[in-house]
């Protein structure tokens, strides 16, 4: 017995025509018609929905079959979905066997037993008999589907729901495909759904919601139920919903990470990705200063340590801690060598902005054992290549990546400030050393702070540069201050010949300053507490001398003395 078609209002064709166009249903934001008057209404709908509600694993239910906190929602998803694959992996053999009665292919469609797929199966209605035994729809293939369940999965009970097949196909690729491919049991009355108990709530929800375009619930443990739910049966448009509820909600540490933690299926889908950059932009707001959270830190999983160190705003010492953390972290989280190796290669290595680190850490890396052979090198030679670069390529290059995911070039926002270092040998052992301070990165000095560089050597020891806001104490005004230290504490003595320059308009040249000697113990600095001999005003001023496009050019060049 055929069933008889819908009113014209509801004609599938036309409908389909402008979902399938750029902008069409299945992908718009604009506003679209309610019809929730029509839900389960018998006098709107065209077919029966049979959803059969199998029983979840006891292991997946939480205490009081709930879940009391986004926590045990994290902890029985991933149990469900482990279930889940077992038990189709279960159905899939069994299929094997069967096949004659329980064909590979449902209404024409080819269905993947991925995780969390949707299967569905359509089917005469009771009265529709007599039918060949061959012929999908009928009610021996039907019998041999559920009896092929009910071995493995026990039907709790069955929801009946009557729906509107152009409604649901219009929201849904999934119905379309059921509801379109054209053989005879598209046009039948009757559809069979199996979901496990802990989805039928959702999946009423995300039901209704494809007919009222609004869902009733808003805990976050809900709304990521009919997430779920929503990706098994690709309705864009409600996961665009729970997506956007879900970031209106306050964020926690926790739920970032669920939400970091979801299946690939649903964390990849485009309406799921402004969640999760949401989520992404909590973590690395919350953990931005690192030194104050290194234990905390340092337990984050994979997806926790690419959210923080993939800022640009990370407030680090320099690159060479941010390479020596993710060492530790990945040494802790992953103990064997191959692991770690592998996770470097693919995960890892792209948060570490290789240009950026000191001459001395890359060639740590040359000789660490946690990077691949082959990789090591690559990267290297990479960052050399890049500092030899000229300043205006550099920042090119910083430039071309600024949309990137992952950038190698662009500073982040480092404590110490990065020097570059021009290094002699013969015939004295002298070292040029310019540092760069932007106009911003001045102007927070004021009145009384102070901004350090990175540390680089000569002779063996290290140094280091600090610039300071001062009080000139016989003018009594502010002022920029220079001053060279030496790191190593204790009896060391090195006596060093130094020169301070700055670069200077109109000529833009490096105009020197100051020089003398010094020779340095350890906790020692040697500098000037007002390098221009200026005011501070003056120095910062729209019309000041030293900065070049919003840029502050320092030198030194220190000559270990005979």
Known sequence: MRVLKVPD??????????????????????????????????????????????????????????????????????????????????????????????????????????????????????????????????????????????????????????????????????????????????????????????????????????????????????????????????????????????????????????????PSTVLMADAVQPLADAAKQFLAAKYKDVTKFQDEVLNLPLAGIEAVFSSDDLQVASEDAVYDFLLKWARTHYPKLEERRRVFATRLGRLIRFPHMTCRKLKKVLTCNDFDAEIAPKVVLEALFFKAETPHKQRALASEEANAPYRHFLERAYKYRPVKVVEFEKPRQQCVVYLDLKREECAHLFPGGKVYSQAFHLGGQGFFFSAHCHMDQQSSFHCFGLFLGMQEKGPVTFAVDYEFAARSKPTEDYISKYKGNYTFTGGKAVGYRNLFGIPWTTFMADDSNYFINGVLHLRAELTVRQ
């Open 9 to 262: 209002l509801f004609d599938l064709s036309t409908i389909m025509v402008s979902d399938f166009s750029p902008g069409g249903a299945f992908g718009s934001d604009t506003t679209e018609p309610d019809f929730g008057f029509a839900f389960n209404d018998s006098n709107f709908s065209d077919r029966v929905l049979r959803i059969e509600i199998m029983p979840d694993s006891p292991e997946t239910k939480s205490d009081g079959d709930c879940c009391s906190s986004i926590a045990d929602w994290a902890r029985n998803r991933k149990r469900r979905r482990e279930d889940f694959k077992k038990e189709i992996d279960v159905v899939q053999r069994q299929e094997q066997v069967l096949n004659c009665n329980v064909p590979d292919t449902v209404d024409g469609l080819t269905y993947e037993n991925r995780d969390d797929d949707a299967v569905a199966m359509i089917e005469g209605s009771p009265s529709d008999v007599g039918l060949n035994c061959n012929q999908i729809g009928n009610d021996t293939a039907y019998d041999n589907y559920s009896s092929l369940n009910k071995d493995h999965l026990t039907v709790l009970r069955v929801n009946i729901i009557h729906i509107s097949s152009p409604i649901l196909a219009a929201k849904s690729p999934f119905f379309y495909k059921l509801f379109s491919n054209g053989m005879t049991e598209s046009e039948q009355r009757y559809v069979t759904l199996p979901v496990h108990a802990s989805e039928e709530a959702a999946l009423l929800d995300l039901l209704h919601f494809m007919y009222s375009n609004t869902l009733s619930t808003t805990t976050p443990t809900a709304l990521l139920d009919v997430l779920m739910v929503a990706d098994k049966f690709e309705v864009a448009s409600c996961m665009r919903y729970c997506s956007r509820l879900l970031r209106n909600l306050p964020m926690t540490c926790e739920s970032a990470l669920l939400y970091l933690d979801l």
